[in-house]
C-alpha cells in the first residue's frame, strides 16, 4: 500500500492550491482516506475527509467553506483544493487511509509522505 501526496508549494494569502494523493495496493471504494497537517511545533490535525462508501465529508472548523475534498475512484487519487489560504494554513499535509471510518491522527492505517504547503506573501 502506497499514498503519495503531492502539489504543495509556496501560495500567497487569499490564493488557492490543489493538492493531490495517489493511492495505491487499495480500493477508494472500501477505504476511508483522510487529510491531515502539522505545523511546525504543532500536533498534527484532521483537515478533511471522505468516506469509502456514500463520499460523505468532513471538514475542520478552521477550514469548512475553504477546502474541497473529492475522490477520483477509477484513478484511486484523492484531492483537496484549498481556497482563500491563510498563513495558518501552513504546514506538511499527508494523506492517510483507513478501513473504518474513524478519523484521527492515531486510527489511520496507512501514511504516505507529506507535501509542503507553504502560504506566505
Not at 509556496?10 to 494523493?21: A, E, F, N, R, W
Not at 501552513?90 to 489511520?108: E, I, K, L, Q
Request: aromatic share 12%; proline share 3%.
Amino acid at each position: 500500500v502506497q499514498l503519495q501526496a503531492s502539489g504543495g508549494g509556496l501560495v500567497q494569502p487569499g490564493g488557492s492550491l490543489k493538492i493531490s494523493c495517489e493511492v495505491s495496493g487499495l480500493s477508494l471504494k472500501t477505504y476511508f482516506i483522510g487529510w491531515f497537517r502539522q505545523a511546525p511545533g504543532k500536533e498534527r490535525e484532521g483537515v478533511s475527509c471522505i468516506s469509502s462508501s456514500d463520499g460523505d465529508t468532513f471538514y475542520a472548523d478552521s477550514v469548512k467553506g475553504r477546502f474541497t475534498i473529492s475522490r477520483d475512484n477509477e484513478k484511486n487519487m484523492v484531492y483537496l483544493q484549498m481556497s482563500s489560504l491563510k498563513p495558518e494554513d501552513t504546514g506538511v499535509y499527508y494523506c492517510a487511509a483507513n478501513r473504518f471510518d474513524v478519523f484521527g491522527p492515531n486510527d489511520m492505517d496507512y501514511w504516505g509522505k507529506g507535501t509542503q504547503v507553504t502560504v506566505s506573501s
